[in-house]
């Protein structure tokens, strides 16, 4: 798979990169327009204009003029200076679409950089060469500063990077793998480092894998009202036209696809209504779903967004310094991702507890054949409950603080980087949630005697029993958990009910 730089990317085309089953190059339409933002920044210098983070110093320093002879001085300086992340490296997926976008922003031919640094950025992603980037330092602001010039200083063969696992000097792996380090140029270093494509390469895999959670979350979910006898009253398509939200009727339709041909649904006839953990996961699921939707719809903007400063229309021989690296779009949409993702935890844990409450479930307690001696997966709901209440924690909104930095000259800043990291932690641990509530619906469904369960449901419970045994004997159940949740995580669950049943929605 080949992602041309400079056109349009997808959410898709971030996470083939990301994965490492895509590479990159730079097109000849990109390569004009980089020459022509270039030759306009020239001509700038040329001139002695006055042109922020050209000729003049950046943030509280914009009104210092540089010299026409420190103007390359000048993009080094910043590069280095701004190189100030602490905390552990960023996994190197993230890295690897954070090159990308940075890349891709490049050359859409508003930053006035050579075609040299976009093609040094590709061949490094195309070599697997990845910059060691720690993930804590961004606020947001005029974009992911210190994260970026951390990719930056690999470019000018400084720091470390990653390669095939082993932490080597940039210097080393650019001269083994043929290549040269970049010497900056006017504009250059400011380009690298202004704009928003930490939080938003992180925020691209994050909506990603939280679109693929939606449909797990709807068919573990499914299975839990097989196991806990639900009926189907709730799922009927008649009641979800009366309030035509995207994602409800989505969530129900893939309910009513997982139960087809069950024995187990409506098998109780003398309840009216379930409880709300079973005949509200349309509505709630549903909610979730539209505002992922609406993240990944945001994130999608952002990934072909010019978010340097200034920038440059050499069309019209035009430089405009604005905002556009602010990360407040990316950072709310972030948030509200966070939150609605929380909330679904809080409903799977909720179904896990039925499942494992004598008093709710009607099975044996803890899903154990000999309660007492053996404990069963009590502790998987302890562990369940854990996660969503640490998710309750990271869903107060990272946007909705600010503090002012640069003496005062970026008095507003947006946060985005860490709203990006705690909604790929919420993310992480949903994961986990629905794969303790998958391992507790599939053991409750073999105390039912045998009955036939639906398509959907029954590939879920083989999927699991292929990789996870069913717990006839108390044992260490993390290892459980943690192959649970690879199965949910990686994908293969939902592909396992998909041949079953078709695409969930």
């Known amino acids: 798979m080949l992602i041309r730089l400079g056109g349009t990317l997808t959410i898709g085309d971030v996470v083939a990169v990301a994965e490492g089953r895509a590479q990159v190059e730079v097109p000849d339409s990109a390569r004009e327009s980089l020459a022509k933002a270039r030759a306009q920044v020239d001509r700038i210098v040329a001139a002695g204009l006055p042109v922020y983070a050209i000729t003049t110093g950046v943030g509280k320093l914009a009104s210092v003029p ?83 010039a951390h990719l930056a200083l690999a470019l000018i063969g400084e720091g470390d990077v990653m390669v095939g696992g082993e932490r080597l000097a940039a210097s080393a792996s650019l001269e083994g793998n043929g290549l040269r380090p970049l010497c900056l140029r006017a504009k250059e270093g400011v380009a690298l480092v202004n ?121 019209e021989d035009l430089v405009l310094s604005g905002g556009n690296f602010h990360g407040q779009p990316v950072a709310v949409a972030l948030d509200f991702l966070a939150a609605a993702l929380a909330g679904l935890g809080t409903m799977c844990e909720r179904r896990v507890e039925r499942l494992l409450n004598p008093a709710l479930s009607g099975l044996p307690a803890f899903l154990s054949t000999d309660g007492g001696l053996r404990s069963g997966l009590m502790l998987a709901q302890y562990t369940a409950a854990a996660l969503a209440s640490e998710n309750k924690v990271l869903a107060h909104p990272a946007s909705a603080d600010s503090i002012p930095t640069s003496a005062n000259q970026e008095d507003h800043v947006s946060m985005g980087a860490t709203a990006a990291r705690k909604a790929a932690t919420v993310v992480a641990h949903l994961e986990q949630i629905v794969a303790i509530e998958l391992l507790c619906a599939a053991q409750a469904l073999e105390f039912r005697g045998g009955e036939a369960m639906g398509l959907g449901t029954a590939a879920g419970h083989a999927a699991l029993r292929a990789t996870v045994p069913s717990l006839d004997d108390d044992r260490v159940l993390a290892p459980d958990i943690e192959a649970a949740t690879v199965l949910v995580r990686s994908g293969r669950l939902l592909e396992a009910v998909e041949r079953a049943v078709g695409v969930l929605r």
């Open 66 to 148: 540089v010299s026409r002879e420190d103007a390359d001085r000048l993009q080094l300086n910043i590069v280095r200076s701004h190189a100030a992340g602490v905390g552990p490296p960023a996994p190197t997926g993230v890295v690897r679409a954070m090159m990308l976008l940075r890349a891709h922003g490049l050359a859409l031919g508003h930053s006035g950089v050579r075609p040299e640094v976009v093609d040094l950025l590709a061949a490094l992603l195309n070599r697997g060469i990845h910059p060691i980037v720690p993930e804590q330092g961004s606020v947001g602001a005029s974009g992911d500063l210190a994260p970026l």
């Open 195 to 315: 704009g928003t494509q930490f939080m938003t390469g992180w925020g691209a895999l994050t909506v990603h894998r939280a679109l693929r959670l939606c449909a797990t979350a709807d068919a573990v979910g499914a299975m839990t009202l097989e196991a806990l006898r639900g009926g189907s009253a709730a799922f009927d398509p008649r009641l979800h036209l009366l309030r035509p939200h995207p994602g409800q009727q989505a969530s129900a339709e893939n309910v009513r696809r997982m139960i087809a041909g069950s024995a187990l649904v409506n098998s109780v006839p003398t309840r009216v209504q379930d409880a709300y953990s079973l005949r509200c996961l349309p509505q709630v699921h549903g909610a979730v779903r539209d505002a992922v939707t609406y993240a990944s719809g945001v994130v999608g903007v952002e990934l072909n967004a010019a978010t340097d400063n200034p920038l440059l229309f050499p069309e």
